[in-house]
């Protein structure tokens, strides 16, 4: 649990940054992290021993969890604004749970109710009314993101342990997996005119976004993916979101509704203890 916690803190300083390149495009900007994330892992990736279709296995799974995913999740910022992406990601607990119940052809109650309570609290902490109206298609892009990031994980936490791998030996095939789909979707629409006029404050965010949010922390957050319950796991996924807040407060000096935080993280924290209470489940 203690490297989801720090996934969270570390996606939470970082959070708002993508919305200062996403007028690159999605295909451009998912291109770029995927292959700084992929130069910072491919010394350490070890397929020997590996199958050719685990190779592809691991691969298809970097393509959908983090090539698809930020494609879509990049892309609904042309139709939301940044609060409304954050906002929009709060169903991914949910999908978490059922996604991981499905592949074990049941359904666990509890734990879909730990889900719900993590959606609730996050909910408490970011709504504040949409304000307008014309996003359904944003809605549906952020949705589809979640998707193939709750997919991805919960398939990585099955198929890792078997393949008697570190993580990281395997998250180099992941992100050559990831930088397969997003290079191929950015190619025939480089905007080169804004490339060349980019400042190095966007140089900088990009290497950021690459090098650290995308290749450390996706890597820490799988590695705590693959050694801890799928409660716990959903969970984690929204609390990204209460420490954002938090971070905007504290390090930024913006305004906060502190009663609001205070209300969504007691029911976050609730949550987490309902869901040692009801015991771990692989």
Request: charged share 5%; no cysteine; aromatic share 14%.
């Given at each position: 649990m203690s490297l989801l916690m720090i996934v969270s803190i570390l996606w939470a300083l970082s959070f708002g940054l993508t919305a200062q390149v996403s007028e690159l495009g999605a295909p451009f900007v998912t291109a770029m992290r995927t292959l700084l994330a992929a130069l910072v892992f491919l010394p350490f990736l070890d397929s020997r021993?590996?199958?050719?279709?685990?190779v592809l296995?691991?691969?298809?799974?970097?393509?959908?969890?983090?090539?698809?995913?930020?494609?879509l999740y990049i892309a609904s910022f042309h139709w939301l604004r940044s609060s409304e992406v954050a906002l929009f990601t709060i169903f991914t607990p949910l999908l978490v749970t059922l996604v991981s119940d499905l592949l074990d052809g049941r359904m666990s109650w509890m734990f879909l109710l730990t889900a719900a309570l993590a959606v609730l609290g996050t909910g408490i902490c970011v709504w504040s009314g949409l304000g307008r109206r014309g996003i359904?298609?944003?809605?549906?892009l952020m949705q589809a993101a979640n998707l193939c990031f709750a997919l991805g994980q919960v398939l990585y936490r099955r198929l890792a342990p078997a393949s008697g791998k570190r993580d990281r030996d395997l998250m180099g095939l992941l992100y050559l997996g990831a930088s397969v789909v997003a290079v191929a979707m950015a190619?025939?629409?480089?905007?080169?005119?804004?490339?060349?006029?980019?400042?190095?404050?966007?140089?900088?965010?990009?290497?950021y976004l690459g090098a650290v949010a995308s290749g450390l922390g996706f890597?820490?957050?799988?590695?705590?993916a693959r050694r801890t319950d799928i409660g716990t796991?959903?969970?984690?996924?929204?609390m990204k979101i209460p420490l954002?807040?938090?971070a905007s407060g504290l390090v930024f000096r913006e305004a906060v509704d502190w009663p609001r935080l205070a209300a969504g993280g007691a029911v976050i924290a609730c949550a987490l203890g309902l869901n040692g209470l009801t015991g771990a489940r692989p």
């Open positions: 021993g590996l199958t050719r279709r685990q296995a691991f691969a298809g799974i970097g393509a959908l969890q983090f090539g698809l995913m930020y494609l359904l298609l944003g809605f549906l190619a025939p629409s480089i905007p080169w005119a804004r490339i060349s006029a980019m400042g190095l404050r966007q140089w900088a965010v990009l290497v890597f820490l957050f799988n590695a705590g796991l959903a969970i984690f996924n929204n954002a807040i938090l």
